[in-house]
């Protein structure tokens, strides 16, 4: 079942869908690296797998948190 029909179906809110795509589209103007967040709008907006999300979040190289905001 797809996250639109899921949200149509519930008679409770539903937080954090709207979210998702807003910070995700800000993210991707702002060049701003949220793995995240762009995993879970392809989840709730594109029908990826959960399965597929979390094998490319644990399949991510380590590395620190800040690295990429870091002066070198």
């Known amino acids: 079942e797809n996250a639109e029909k899921f949200i149509a179906a519930s008679r409770m809110v539903v937080e954090?869908?709207?979210t998702t795509k807003t910070v995700y589209l800000l993210s991707q103007k702002m060049g701003v690296v949220?793995?995240?967040t762009a995993e879970i709008y392809k989840v709730l907006y594109e029908?990826?797998?959960i399965e597929?999300?979390?094998e490319s979040?644990?399949?991510r190289?380590?590395?620190h948190e800040m690295e990429d905001l870091m002066i070198k």
Request: proline fraction near 6%.
């Open 16 to 18: 954090g869908y709207m």
């Open 52 to 54: 597929d999300a979390l």
């Open 34 to 36: 949220m793995p995240i």
């Open 47 to 49: 029908g990826q797998k």
């Open 61 to 63: 190289n380590k590395k």
């Open 57 to 59: 979040l644990m399949g």
